[in-house]
């Protein structure tokens, strides 16, 4: 299916580098496979996009965005790994090659996460401090996360918020989840 979408568009693209387009239209087709799966069998694409990859975007609208509810867009991907962990206490529930490896989107030969992004470590305690306590740029310097960090994560957070509009419903867990829970305008000029 990737290849028909390379055919097609290889007029178009013409002798162009691969970058994050074919990148996304790899997380469109597998976004639409599991929308034809639920469409065609009755059932509800569960949508797996955490809190950390919604706040800063690190998704594909129509790609791996694709579900009718999301069940983890309220938890932080550092809350994942506890969760597992709770779930795997008594029985390995959750492959232990799926904990260890780092994260990635797959999208690329040896692609990961913190390619793109901050290490979770860094990422979702500046993301908790912004979003559920709702500190400015000048409160998390003054706690102690480094000026270049925080501008980088913020704008990252600002300039995404056209994909949560259009994310799937998020269950809320925490004081401060996307949605009805945080709404800011699409176009708004703070902090750029």
């Given at each position: 299916?990737?290849?028909a979408?390379?055919?097609t568009?290889h007029?178009?693209?013409?002798?162009?580098?691969?970058n994050v387009?074919?990148?996304?239209?790899?997380?469109?087709v597998?976004?639409?496979?599991?929308?034809?799966?639920?469409?065609?069998f009755?059932?509800?694409l569960?949508?797996?996009?955490?809190?950390?990859?919604?706040?800063?975007?690190?998704?594909?609208?129509?790609?791996?965005?694709?579900?009718g509810?999301?069940?983890?867009?309220?938890v932080?991907?550092t809350?994942?790994?506890?969760?597992?962990?709770?779930?795997?206490?008594d029985?390995e529930?959750?492959p232990?090659?799926?904990?260890?490896?780092?994260?990635?989107?797959?999208?690329?030969p040896?692609?990961?996460?913190?390619?793109?992004l901050p290490?979770?470590e860094?990422?979702?305690?500046?993301?908790?401090?912004?979003?559920?306590?709702r500190?400015?740029?000048?409160?998390?310097v003054?706690?102690?996360?480094?000026?270049?960090l925080?501008?980088r994560?913020?704008?990252m957070?600002?300039?995404n918020?056209?994909?949560?509009?259009?994310?799937?419903?998020?269950?809320?867990?925490?004081?401060?989840?996307f949605?009805?829970?945080?709404?800011?305008?699409?176009v708004?000029?703070?902090l750029?």
């Amino acid at each position: 299916m990737y290849d028909a979408f390379e055919t097609t568009l290889h007029p178009l693209f013409a002798d162009l580098p691969f970058n994050v387009t074919e990148e996304n239209i790899q997380a469109r087709v597998r976004g639409t496979l599991l929308m034809a799966l639920s469409n065609k069998f009755g059932h509800i694409l569960l949508n797996t996009t955490n809190k950390s990859e919604m706040s800063v975007g690190y998704g594909t609208l129509y790609g791996d965005m694709c579900g009718g509810l999301s069940v983890l867009g309220d938890v932080y991907k550092t809350e994942i790994y506890e969760l597992v962990k709770y779930i795997n206490k008594d029985a390995e529930i959750v492959p232990h090659n799926t904990i260890v490896k780092p994260p990635s989107a797959e999208l690329r030969p040896g692609q990961k996460d913190s390619d793109s992004l901050p290490p979770y470590e860094l990422l979702d305690p500046l993301l908790f401090q912004y979003i559920e306590c709702r500190q400015g740029p000048r409160e998390l310097v003054k706690t102690g996360f480094d000026e270049a960090l925080v501008k980088r994560v913020l704008k990252m957070v600002n300039i995404n918020e056209f994909k949560r509009e259009q994310a799937a419903p998020v269950l809320r867990v925490s004081s401060k989840g996307f949605g009805m829970g945080r709404r800011m305008p699409i176009v708004g000029k703070y902090l750029s």
